[in-house]
Protein backbone atom coordinates (compact mmCIF):
# COMPACT_ATOMS: atom_id res chain seq x y z
CA UNK A 1 0.00 0.00 0.00
CA UNK A 2 2.93 2.58 0.54
CA UNK A 3 4.28 1.78 -2.93
CA UNK A 4 1.06 2.65 -4.03
CA UNK A 5 0.61 5.70 -2.16
CA UNK A 6 3.98 7.13 -4.06
CA UNK A 7 6.85 5.83 -1.57
CA UNK A 8 9.93 4.53 -3.71
CA UNK A 9 12.96 3.24 -2.21
CA UNK A 10 14.93 0.05 -3.94
CA UNK A 11 14.99 -1.81 -0.43
CA UNK A 12 11.05 -1.96 -0.79
CA UNK A 13 10.77 -2.81 -4.21
CA UNK A 14 13.83 -6.03 -3.62
CA UNK A 15 10.81 -7.12 -0.51
CA UNK A 16 7.87 -6.68 -2.83
CA UNK A 17 9.34 -8.38 -6.00
CA UNK A 18 11.07 -11.23 -3.42
CA UNK A 19 7.40 -11.61 -1.65
CA UNK A 20 5.54 -12.15 -5.11
CA UNK A 21 8.52 -14.19 -6.31
CA UNK A 22 8.79 -16.77 -3.59
CA UNK A 23 5.26 -17.41 -3.61
CA UNK A 24 4.70 -17.75 -7.45
CA UNK A 25 3.51 -14.88 -8.33
CA UNK A 26 5.52 -13.84 -10.83
CA UNK A 27 3.62 -11.79 -12.56
CA UNK A 28 3.95 -8.88 -10.08
CA UNK A 29 7.55 -10.06 -8.98
CA UNK A 30 7.78 -8.93 -12.58
CA UNK A 31 6.24 -5.48 -11.94
CA UNK A 32 8.32 -4.56 -8.79
CA UNK A 33 11.45 -6.08 -10.04
CA UNK A 34 10.97 -3.86 -13.09
CA UNK A 35 10.47 -0.96 -11.00
CA UNK A 36 13.76 -2.05 -8.93
CA UNK A 37 15.66 -1.66 -12.06
CA UNK A 38 14.19 1.46 -13.30
CA UNK A 39 15.29 3.31 -9.80
CA UNK A 40 18.24 1.63 -9.59
CA UNK A 41 21.44 -1.07 -11.63
CA UNK A 42 23.24 -1.16 -8.40
CA UNK A 43 21.86 -4.52 -6.83
CA UNK A 44 23.30 -7.82 -6.18
CA UNK A 45 23.34 -11.07 -8.95
CA UNK A 46 20.36 -12.67 -7.61
CA UNK A 47 18.17 -10.25 -8.45
CA UNK A 48 18.88 -10.32 -12.41
CA UNK A 49 18.57 -13.87 -12.06
CA UNK A 50 15.02 -13.47 -10.45
CA UNK A 51 13.99 -10.94 -12.48
CA UNK A 52 15.06 -12.49 -16.03
CA UNK A 53 13.10 -15.33 -14.64
CA UNK A 54 9.50 -13.53 -13.78
CA UNK A 55 10.08 -11.83 -17.40
CA UNK A 56 10.29 -15.36 -19.11
CA UNK A 57 7.20 -15.99 -17.28
CA UNK A 58 5.58 -12.71 -18.69
CA UNK A 59 6.34 -13.80 -22.53
CA UNK A 60 9.25 -10.88 -22.14
CA UNK A 61 11.91 -12.94 -23.46
CA UNK A 62 14.01 -10.70 -25.32
CA UNK A 63 14.63 -8.85 -22.24
CA UNK A 64 14.75 -11.68 -20.05
CA UNK A 65 17.66 -12.60 -22.56
CA UNK A 66 19.14 -9.12 -21.61
CA UNK A 67 18.62 -9.39 -17.76
CA UNK A 68 20.38 -12.94 -18.26
CA UNK A 69 23.73 -11.54 -20.03
CA UNK A 70 24.43 -9.11 -17.34
CA UNK A 71 23.31 -11.52 -14.74
CA UNK A 72 26.25 -13.77 -16.57
CA UNK A 73 28.57 -11.27 -16.57
CA UNK A 74 28.27 -10.20 -12.80
CA UNK A 75 27.84 -13.68 -11.51
CA UNK A 76 31.33 -14.56 -12.53
CA UNK A 77 31.13 -19.09 -12.09
CA UNK A 78 27.31 -19.19 -11.76
CA UNK A 79 26.07 -22.76 -13.09
CA UNK A 80 22.80 -20.79 -13.48
CA UNK A 81 25.14 -18.00 -16.12
CA UNK A 82 27.00 -21.04 -17.01
CA UNK A 83 24.00 -22.65 -18.52
CA UNK A 84 22.29 -19.72 -19.86
CA UNK A 85 25.46 -18.65 -22.08
CA UNK A 86 25.37 -22.42 -23.39
CA UNK A 87 22.10 -22.15 -24.60
CA UNK A 88 22.40 -18.68 -25.97
Known amino acids: ?3 EKGYKSA ?3 QKLGNA ?3 NGELEKAAQWYGELFAMTSEVEP ?3 Y ?3 QTLRSVDE ?3 ADQI ?3 FDKMSGNDSRGE ?3 KND
Do not use: I, P
Open 68 to 70: MEK
Open 11 to 13: DMF
Open 46 to 48: AYY
Open 20 to 22: YYF
Open 50 to 52: RYA
Open 61 to 63: NDK
Open 1 to 3: RVA
Open 83 to 85: LFA
